[in-house]
């Protein structure tokens, strides 16, 4: 028995454990779920028209929002004095960022908590809903209703430039359309009368500053004069005199000022190393970083052993498949694999380490460096300060008297020109460069988030996409065996036969479906347990698969339809079979084939069977039925036994298969479930192969992976399964196989009619 089991296994290729394929879903797959779900889709999608609407009627009734919108004039940023004509030239980009500018001032928060301040503002229902009021009225918390309206104004009131023109936009957005125009409103009288009290303000404190310098000058100019001669004779200093009209500095103060600029600079600087320093002592005790990481992939060394380890590996694979697993050449590449990972692990530590080890001390000599030079600049910058000091004395009280007598003798005329353009740009309009272009109008529509336009399509599509995902999670929560395509993808057994549903075949109505193969041959069920046959016939020679285990991993899956319509099929070949009830917790064949009356043969003893058989307590020829159907002959489970698995794994039960395979052209044995009971284990190991039975309607992926698992643990040979149940999925490939095969078996039983 064992010899003809591996010759099977031969034939049959028994299918090893592999990786499960790739569960990607081709985009036919993708539109035949699509179809078959189509009413939730269209449901969906129009519960999302539906929806859409109901949220624009009930936001914009409930909920509406208005935006007002006004603009303010930007002038050029430039200070245009009014006696003179010409117009100063301003870059585009420069306008732009003074119109930046000024929106960015309207929505600083002094200038929106001015704006809420405003007593019109306060007056309005969008100030009053934040606020909460005493029994007199009054307003309770007032600084945390300020906060409430400040946080809403920030997010619903609008300042942009605009890019192009020398416009600001100022818009609000709120509830009401009144209260939306009033509060823009009031932001341009605000923000304008406080723009002109500003502008104002400053040319007068300028025109003030110039009326004081005046004076001042006068006195100064006066007593310079009388010291200028006293400084010349006691400086004693050369190069007193500055030149006439241009900007000086001594070379001291500039040194000066570049010393102090390096040592910031230079400050800065060590504090970045100081940082990089802790930084790479963390990363020489931490784990290797990318910048590590790569320069060890460009190492040479890992370089080589990286393409050996890759031909030792391609080795080892090549080695597998021609010795197997236990061969000494075998475990020889994989030890050399071990030493060659091992030893890139230990180069791999070798030049993180040195890398991170050089790092660091580069590191530490460059902030020793860094402090030894910014030593140096203080040293020369305590120096310069002595210098300065030493010119600043030698030279402050020549420089007040020139700066007296030659400056303000000409900025005297200056000073008194520069009076009166103030007083003339005190009066210009355009002072403070900002003007009045209009007041924002009263809003006539709702912003463009409560318009139906916006509703319809968007909750259109969201039901549409929803309906499409709902559909494909359902299909993809689905686990059940189904298809002849899970079957590939999931179990990676051959397919034997696929049985459709009986609702899906017209043939079989009021026909017992465990004997559609004799009630109903016409029918597409009678024809896959026909299919059914002919593949088991070309899985292996005449003699290879005679005695046959039919099993399911869970009760109620269909195995014993299976079993006795293939055992019919096999009748009507003029074969003689042998079918053996084997499940003595849920016996079938004594209902399938009831007894009519002591006429039939082996009658005598009802209680007889396969239990009773393998306990001695009777013959074969006591619990034979014999030509149940012509060529057929059964053995039913008889009696629960107390122990069914020792018995169906006993010898007497293994001598009963190899005498009955003399006797019979095939043995069917209808087996108990694989998971439920360890039985159909022990029997599948004393048979030519197990045919699985997957119920379409019941069957999860993981049980029927258990099942083929189990199996192959005992070393049993699975010819293959059975897909039974098959539903046609409304767009797959079954539905348009059964109409066919439908079509062209009503067109030829009527050409057989004629």
Same mark, same amino acid.
């Given at each position: 028995?064992?010899?003809?089991?591996?010759?099977?296994?031969?034939?049959?290729?028994?299918?090893?454990?592999?990786?499960?394929?790739?569960?990607?879903?081709?985009?036919?797959?993708?539109?035949?779920?699509?179809?078959?779900?189509?009413?939730?889709?269209?449901?969906?999608?129009?519960?999302?028209?539906?929806?859409?609407?109901?949220?624009?009627?009930?936001?914009?009734?409930?909920?509406?929002?208005?935006?007002?919108?006004?603009?303010?004039?930007?002038?050029?940023?430039?200070?245009?004095?009014?006696?003179?004509?010409?117009?100063?030239?301003?870059?585009?980009?420069?306008?732009?960022?003074?119109?930046?500018?000024?929106?960015?001032?309207?929505?600083?928060?002094?200038?929106?908590?001015?704006?809420?301040?405003?007593?019109?503002?306060?007056?309005?229902?969008?100030?009053?809903?934040?606020?909460?009021?005493?029994?007199?009225?009054?307003?309770?918390?007032?600084?945390?209703?300020?906060?409430?309206?400040?946080?809403?104004?920030?997010?619903?009131?609008?300042?942009?430039?605009?890019?192009?023109?020398?416009?600001?936009?100022?818009?609000?957005?709120?509830?009401?359309?009144?209260?939306?125009?009033?509060?823009?409103?009031?932001?341009? !009288?605000?923000?304008?009368?406080?723009?002109?009290?500003?502008?104002?303000?400053?040319?007068?404190?300028?025109?003030?500053?110039?009326?004081?310098?005046?004076?001042?000058?006068?006195?100064?100019?006066?007593?310079?004069?009388?010291?200028?001669?006293?400084?010349?004779?006691?400086?004693?200093?050369?190069?007193?005199? !500055?030149?006439?009209?241009?900007?000086?500095?001594?070379?001291?103060?500039?040194?000066?000022?570049?010393?102090?600029?390096?040592?910031?600079?230079?400050?800065?600087?060590?504090?970045?190393?100081?940082?990089?320093?802790?930084?790479?002592?963390?990363?020489?005790?931490?784990?290797?970083?990318?910048?590590?990481?790569?320069?060890?992939?460009?190492?040479?060394?890992?370089?080589?052993?990286?393409?050996?380890?890759?031909?030792?590996?391609?080795?080892?694979?090549?080695?597998?498949?021609?010795?197997?697993?236990?061969?000494?050449?075998?475990?020889?590449?994989?030890?050399?694999?071990?030493?060659?990972?091992?030893?890139?692990?230990?180069?791999?530590?070798?030049?993180?380490?040195?890398?991170?080890?050089?790092?660091?001390?580069?590191?530490?000599?460059?902030?020793?460096?860094?402090?030894?030079?910014?030593?140096?600049?203080?040293?020369?910058?305590?120096?310069?300060?002595?210098?300065?000091?030493?010119?600043?004395?030698?030279?402050?009280?020549?420089?007040?008297?020139?700066?007296?007598?030659?400056?303000?003798?000409?900025?005297?005329?200056?000073?008194?020109?520069?009076?009166?353009?103030?007083?003339?740009?005190?009066?210009?309009?355009?002072?403070?460069?900002?003007?009045?272009?209009?007041?924002?109008?009263?809003?006539?529509?709702?912003?463009?988030?409560?318009?139906?336009?916006?509703?319809?399509?968007?909750?259109?599509?969201?039901?549409?996409?929803?309906?499409?995902?709902?559909?494909?999670?359902?299909?993809?929560?689905?686990?059940?065996?189904?298809?002849?395509?899970?079957?590939?993808?999931?179990?990676?057994?051959?397919?034997?036969?696929?049985?459709?549903?009986?609702?899906?075949?017209?043939?079989? !109505?009021?026909?017992?479906?465990?004997?559609?193969?004799?009630?109903?041959?016409?029918?597409?069920?009678?024809?896959?347990?026909?299919?059914?046959?002919?593949?088991?016939?070309?899985?292996?020679?005449?003699?290879?698969?005679?005695?046959?285990?039919?099993?399911?991993?869970?009760?109620?899956?269909?195995?014993?339809?299976?079993?006795?319509?293939?055992?019919?099929?096999?009748?009507?070949?003029?074969?003689?079979?042998?079918?053996?009830?084997?499940?003595?917790?849920?016996?079938?064949?004594?209902?399938?084939?009831? !007894?009519?009356?002591?006429?039939?043969?082996?009658?005598?003893?009802?209680?007889?069977?396969?239990?009773?058989?393998?306990?001695?307590?009777?013959?074969?020829?006591?619990?034979?039925?014999?030509?149940?159907?012509?060529?057929?002959?059964?053995?039913?489970?008889?009696?629960?036994?107390?122990?069914?698995?020792?018995?169906?794994?006993?010898?007497?039960?293994?001598?009963?298969?190899?005498?009955?395979?003399?006797?019979?052209?095939?043995?069917?044995?209808?087996?108990?479930?694989?998971?439920?009971?360890?039985?159909?284990?022990?029997?599948?190991?004393?048979?030519?192969?197990?045919?699985?039975?997957?119920?379409?309607?019941?069957?999860?992926?993981?049980?029927?992976?258990?099942?083929?698992?189990?199996?192959?643990?005992?070393?049993?040979?699975?010819?293959?399964?059975?897909?039974?149940?098959?539903?046609?999925?409304?767009?797959?490939?079954?539905?348009?196989?059964?109409?066919?095969?439908?079509?062209?078996?009503?067109?030829?039983?009527?050409?057989?009619?004629?």
């Amino acid at each position: 028995m064992i010899e003809q089991r591996q010759a099977v296994n031969k034939m049959v290729g028994v299918a090893r454990p592999r990786p499960s394929a790739a569960a990607a879903l081709t985009p036919k797959e993708v539109f035949s779920i699509l179809r078959r779900h189509i009413l939730l889709i269209v449901f969906l999608t129009i519960l999302g028209l539906i929806m859409g609407g109901a949220a624009w009627y009930l936001l914009g009734k409930y909920l509406p929002r208005y935006t007002a919108q006004t603009y303010i004039t930007v002038l050029p940023p430039v200070v245009k004095d009014p006696m003179t004509i010409a117009a100063a030239l301003v870059g585009k980009d420069i306008q732009y960022g003074h119109r930046v500018s000024i929106a960015n001032i309207i929505k600083r928060q002094t200038t929106l908590l001015d704006l809420i301040d405003r007593a019109e503002v306060r007056e309005t229902r969008w100030f009053q809903r934040f606020a909460k009021f005493d029994e007199k009225g009054n307003i309770i918390s007032v600084d945390q209703c300020r906060t409430k309206a400040f946080l809403d104004l920030k997010k619903n009131f609008g300042a942009y430039a605009h890019r192009d023109a020398e416009f600001v936009i100022l818009s609000m957005t709120c509830g009401d359309t009144q209260e939306a125009a009033l509060i823009v409103n009031e932001m341009v !009288r605000l923000f304008l009368a406080s723009q002109g009290t500003t502008k104002r303000g400053e040319v007068a404190a300028k025109l003030t500053e110039y009326n004081n310098r005046l004076k001042s000058v006068q006195i100064e100019l006066d007593l310079a004069e009388l010291a200028l001669t006293t400084v010349r004779t006691d400086s004693g200093i050369v190069d007193l005199e !500055r030149p006439l009209g241009r900007y000086y500095r001594h070379t001291t103060e500039i040194i000066l000022d570049n010393l102090a600029l390096k040592q910031d600079d230079l400050k800065l600087v060590i504090k970045q190393a100081q940082a990089q320093i802790e930084n790479l002592e963390e990363l020489a005790t931490g784990p290797i970083n990318e910048q590590i990481e790569r320069q060890i992939e460009v190492d040479p060394v890992m370089v080589v052993l990286a393409q050996q380890l890759a031909f030792t590996e391609a080795q080892l694979a090549g080695r597998l498949t021609k010795f197997g697993e236990n061969h000494r050449v075998v475990r020889q590449t994989r030890e050399l694999i071990s030493e060659i990972k091992e030893e890139r692990q230990i180069r791999k530590a070798e030049i993180a380490e040195q890398t991170r080890q050089a790092n660091l001390k580069d590191a530490q000599d460059r902030l020793i460096e860094l402090q030894q030079r910014y030593e140096e600049l203080e040293r020369l910058r305590q120096e310069a300060e002595v210098q300065k000091e030493d010119l600043d004395r030698a030279r402050v009280r020549y420089e007040k008297g020139v700066a007296i007598r030659d400056e303000r003798r000409k900025t005297l005329d200056e000073i008194k020109a520069l009076i009166e353009s103030y007083r003339a740009i005190e009066k210009d309009p355009e002072t403070s460069k900002v003007q009045f272009a209009g007041y924002a109008p009263v809003p006539l529509e709702m912003v463009a988030s409560r318009q139906w336009w916006f509703f319809f399509p968007s909750g259109t599509i969201l039901g549409f996409i929803f309906g499409m995902a709902l559909a494909l999670l359902i299909e993809v929560l689905n686990d059940l065996v189904r298809t002849p395509r899970d079957v590939g993808r999931y179990l990676r057994i051959p397919l034997l036969s696929v049985v459709p549903d009986e609702a899906e075949d017209e043939w079989v !109505r009021d026909v017992d479906l465990c004997h559609v193969v004799r009630q109903a041959p016409y029918s597409i069920i009678s024809e896959s347990y026909r299919r059914l046959r002919t593949n088991l016939k070309l899985s292996g020679s005449a003699e290879s698969l005679k005695a046959l285990l039919i099993s399911s991993g869970m009760a109620g899956d269909g195995k014993t339809s299976i079993a006795v319509n293939l055992a019919e099929a096999l009748v009507a070949e003029n074969k003689k079979v042998l079918l053996i009830d084997a499940n003595f917790r849920r016996p079938s064949l004594q209902t399938i084939f009831p !007894r009519t009356g002591p006429a039939d043969e082996g009658a005598e003893r009802f209680e007889f069977g396969l239990s009773t058989l393998l306990t001695g307590l009777c013959g074969y020829q006591d619990v034979k039925r014999s030509n149940v159907i012509e060529g057929l002959d059964i053995i039913e489970s008889g009696q629960l036994p107390s122990n069914p698995a020792e018995l169906l794994g006993s010898p007497r039960m293994e001598q009963l298969i190899k005498e009955r395979r003399k006797s019979h052209d095939y043995v069917i044995i209808d087996g108990p479930p694989i998971l439920l009971v360890s039985d159909a284990k022990l029997l599948a190991r004393l048979v030519d192969g197990t045919v699985l039975v997957f119920n379409a309607a019941a069957t999860r992926r993981g049980a029927a992976q258990r099942t083929i698992r189990e199996l192959r643990e005992v070393n049993a040979t699975i010819v293959g399964c059975v897909l039974f149940a098959v539903r046609a999925l409304k767009g797959g490939y079954f539905h348009e196989q059964f109409k066919s095969y439908q079509k062209y078996q009503k067109l030829q039983l009527a050409r057989s009619s004629v």
